[in-house]
């Protein structure tokens, strides 16, 4: 069996009367992120990580900004696209690792909703599932709420 290690990272804007959608789900909050789609950094650091781990360039290389079919996108299409991508290679993922940064709102009452929403799209248990949130401590782009970001590490092996 061989096992190779992605690394993904994701940022986006955060703007007032925007939806914030991450791990799948919308999450209530007063600030949502702004992106071509539906700007989920969660989805687009796993999807990265996947296909970094899996040497299939990145998600933009993918799913462009420029091209309209992916305007306000649904971002578990991408990630289902990504696992097709990597099965017809002959890769699975087992296990994925997440982190978001930001400020608010709290991330915790959601995490079981994200890991539920995303499990069936990876083809992997809840419980291989980590999601993790921090603040920036007041700092930068992140603490002034300007901002989110993402971090995902995931672990492939060939089937």
């Known amino acids: 069996m061989k096992i190779r290690v992605g690394l993904g990272f994701d940022v986006h804007e955060l703007k ?4 914030l959608h991450l791990g799948g789900i919308l999450i209530p909050s007063d600030l949502g992120a702004v992106g071509h789609s539906d700007a989920d950094v969660l989805i687009h650091a796993l999807c990265d990580a996947i296909l970094g781990a ?11 900004n420029k091209d309209d079919r992916w305007r306000n996108a649904d971002s578990k299409i991408f990630l289902r696209e990504v696992m097709a991508m990597i099965s017809s290679k ?7 690792d997440c982190t978001l940064v930001l400020e608010s709102p709290k991330i ?3 995490i079981d909703q994200m890991k ?7 083809g992997i248990s809840e419980s ?3 999601i993790k949130a921090t603040t920036n401590e007041g700092l930068g ?6 901002g989110i970001n993402a971090t995902s590490v995931v672990l492939l092996s060939s089937k």
């Open 128 to 130: 291989d599932i980590s």
């Open 54 to 64: 899996a040497g299939m360039r990145d998600i933009g290389h993918h799913f462009s």
């Open 90 to 96: 002959g890769w699975k993922v087992e296990n994925a």
């Open 16 to 19: 007032s009367g925007t939806p």
């Open 141 to 146: 782009y992140v603490g002034r709420r300007e």
């Open 116 to 122: 539920a929403a995303l499990a069936p799209i990876l």
């Open 108 to 110: 915790n009452p959601h």
